[in-house]
């Protein structure tokens, strides 16, 4: 089955306690992207990635950052997260920038 | 200025209703224009997609684009209680998405 999985689904963490987000997609796509989402503010783009080891900024980056060392995963890594990036993260993956992209299940970070 | 602005509703409709959902851009760079569904708990998938201004159909839903007036539209006839989700409008440069925040629909039984 065509998937991208997250990991965790849930977590609640503190202040300054560095983290890792997993993201894995089946599908052989080359571009993946990271996203945030929040209420009245919607799905803002973190971070993307062409293929692998290209990686580059989206709307909102600061206080995170990415690896694509491999084309099937896309880790987002907050090395010291804020209560501000406690938000719904979602990870999609599309063949290319210009498809139909492919969302996992979300992750839901709280940051205290 | 929002790049995509929507209503979030909620919007509550009996079975069997027309719904229309809106979104209005400012970037006439825009040139594709997906409508995204999002059920709760779930991660978005996208529903439909048009490319420039006219309509498509599919099924049930027809997408509708007006770049004059840089207004999106999505409409669902005969709804169901299976329709009940958050639709995200997602118009597109060529190079990134730009996703509305989302409007809240339950179609009531």
């Known amino acids: 089955e065509a998937q991208v999985t997250q990991n965790p689904r849930y977590l609640i963490t503190v202040t300054g306690k560095k983290l890792t987000v997993t993201c894995s997609q089946n599908?052989?796509?080359?571009?993946m992207s990271w996203y945030r989402q929040d209420p009245g503010l919607g799905l803002r783009q973190i971070y993307y990635?062409?293929?692998?080891?290209?990686?580059d900024k989206g709307d909102v980056p600061e206080g995170y950052k990415v690896s694509r060392k491999e084309k099937r995963n896309f880790p987002l890594i907050l090395e010291s997260p804020s209560p501000n990036q406690t938000s719904l993260y979602f990870c999609?993956?599309?063949?290319?920038?210009?498809?139909?992209?492919?969302f996992g299940q979300g992750t839901r970070l709280t940051v205290v | 200025q929002k790049e995509v602005e929507q209503d979030p509703g909620p919007l509550s409709v009996p079975e069997g209703a027309i719904v229309s959902l809106n979104c209005t851009y400012s970037?006439?760079?825009?040139?594709?224009f997906m409508w995204y569904r999002q059920y709760s708990r779930k991660g978005p998938e996208l529903l439909m997609y048009?490319?420039?201004?006219g309509n498509k159909e599919d099924g049930r839903f027809t997408a509708q684009v007006d770049k004059s007036s840089k207004y999106i539209s999505l409409f669902i006839r005969d709804s169901q209680p299976s329709d009940s989700a958050t639709y995200l409008c997602?118009?597109?440069?060529?190079?990134?998405?730009?996703f509305g925040t989302g409007t809240s629909l339950t179609v009531i039984p």
């Open positions: 999609a993956s599309s063949f290319d920038k210009n498809t139909e992209a492919f």
């Open positions: 048009t490319y420039s201004s």
């Open positions: 997602a118009p597109y440069t060529g190079n990134q998405f730009y």
């Open positions: 970037n006439s760079a825009f040139q594709y």
């Open positions: 990635s062409m293929n692998v080891e290209v990686t």
């Open positions: 599908m052989n796509h080359e571009y």
